[in-house]
């Protein structure tokens, strides 16, 4: 961890979430980060995230960040904060709970033949680590071989700030960041599933880089269970979020069989259960096949 001042940057969008930085050339060399990279931002009582925008010959060890990127961690230019390579925090879950931060965990290993990824669980998108812990305990008490990579970031004492401070995009491209995810690297699975929550009240949606066959499977599992009032999607061009690039983790540890599901608030805090069942039962049938 690396003490850096803070100076205010007035060359980016505010709409940006704050989410972005500029580290110093000399910063950069220490925390050995570049261009695409992730680091931990942290004051006295706040931590968050922030991608590496630029680096730029300016300053010493400083740190530029947007109007919004202060208040995140409620920093003024001037000030100092402490800037780590690494995001989660050690002490994992229960150490990061309590103090609105962020921790990963990974459950299996290389042999899964299946990867649960939920990136963004904890208050960031409520419920969704709990999906995919749900369906991990299912499947491996059927004795199904079975990974999952979950993180978690939570809400500080101050507000309701989990997803403006820990929603990272990406990670696999900075998996420097996050310790569990850069074990996982050159892990290869049959198939993948990622969890997610989006803000389209009435709609599931099932995307990914799947064969349409094994998306209709899961489509049609969730319409059997979910009440009829949320419509599960399938075709992309219905979709706002389509979960197709290569680089997000859904995809990047198989071959193209990534299923991405983006779930409406109301199925995560509700319906938790009756999502795992439903993921349970289309691949543990699966499965059984191969």
Same mark, same amino acid.
């Given at each position: 961890m690396v003490q850096a001042r803070v100076e205010s940057r007035t060359d980016v969008a505010e709409d940006d979430g704050g989410r972005t930085c500029h580290l110093s050339a000399r910063l950069a060399e220490r925390l050995d980060k570049e261009h695409g990279d992730h680091v931990r931002l942290?004051?006295? $009582?706040? &931590? &968050? #995230? &922030?991608? @590496?925008?630029? @680096?730029?010959?300016?300053?010493?060890?400083?740190?530029?960040? %947007?109007?919004?990127?202060?208040?995140?961690?409620?920093?003024?230019? /001037?000030?100092?904060? #402490? !800037?780590? &390579?690494t995001i989660a925090l050690e002490g994992g879950y229960m150490a990061a709970?309590?103090?609105?931060?962020? =921790?990963?965990?990974?459950?299996?290993?290389?042999?899964?033949d299946l990867l649960i990824s939920c990136p963004h669980g904890g208050d960031i998108e409520f419920g969704t680590d709990d999906i995919g812990a749900r369906l991990f305990r299912s499947l491996r008490a059927t004795g199904t071989p079975v990974t999952a990579w979950l993180c978690h970031g939570f809400n500080s004492g101050f507000a309701s700030d989990a997803f403006s401070r820990w929603h990272m995009k990406k990670p696999v491209t900075a998996a420097d960041a996050y310790p569990e995810l850069e074990r996982m690297l050159d892990w290869r699975f049959a198939y993948v599933v990622g969890i997610h929550m989006h803000s389209y009240s009435e709609y599931v949606a099932v995307g990914g880089r799947a064969p349409d066959s094994l998306r209709e499977s899961v489509g049609d599992a969730l319409r059997e269970t979910l009440p009829a009032d949320f419509e599960v999607r399938t075709d992309y061009?219905?979709? =706002?979020? =389509?979960?197709?690039?290569?680089? %997000? %983790?859904?995809? $990047?540890?198989?071959? /193209?069989?990534?299923?991405?599901?983006?779930?409406?608030?109301? !199925?995560?805090?509700? $319906?938790?259960?009756? @999502?795992?069942? =439903?993921? #349970?039962?289309? $691949? %543990?049938?699966?499965?059984?096949?191969?």
């Amino acid at each position: 961890m690396v003490q850096a001042r803070v100076e205010s940057r007035t060359d980016v969008a505010e709409d940006d979430g704050g989410r972005t930085c500029h580290l110093s050339a000399r910063l950069a060399e220490r925390l050995d980060k570049e261009h695409g990279d992730h680091v931990r931002l942290e004051n006295d $009582y706040l &931590a &968050a #995230h &922030a991608e @590496v925008e630029q @680096v730029t010959e300016e300053g010493e060890e400083t740190i530029w960040l %947007s109007g919004t990127g202060r208040d995140r961690i409620g920093v003024q230019s /001037g000030e100092t904060v #402490h !800037v780590d &390579a690494t995001i989660a925090l050690e002490g994992g879950y229960m150490a990061a709970w309590p103090r609105g931060d962020f =921790a990963e965990t990974l459950w299996g290993d290389e042999r899964g033949d299946l990867l649960i990824s939920c990136p963004h669980g904890g208050d960031i998108e409520f419920g969704t680590d709990d999906i995919g812990a749900r369906l991990f305990r299912s499947l491996r008490a059927t004795g199904t071989p079975v990974t999952a990579w979950l993180c978690h970031g939570f809400n500080s004492g101050f507000a309701s700030d989990a997803f403006s401070r820990w929603h990272m995009k990406k990670p696999v491209t900075a998996a420097d960041a996050y310790p569990e995810l850069e074990r996982m690297l050159d892990w290869r699975f049959a198939y993948v599933v990622g969890i997610h929550m989006h803000s389209y009240s009435e709609y599931v949606a099932v995307g990914g880089r799947a064969p349409d066959s094994l998306r209709e499977s899961v489509g049609d599992a969730l319409r059997e269970t979910l009440p009829a009032d949320f419509e599960v999607r399938t075709d992309y061009d219905e979709m =706002a979020l =389509a979960g197709r690039g290569e680089t %997000s %983790s859904v995809n $990047y540890f198989c071959d /193209g069989t990534g299923v991405q599901l983006e779930l409406p608030p109301m !199925v995560c805090y509700r $319906y938790r259960k009756r @999502v795992a069942d =439903a993921l #349970h039962d289309v $691949y %543990s049938a699966l499965l059984e096949e191969e």
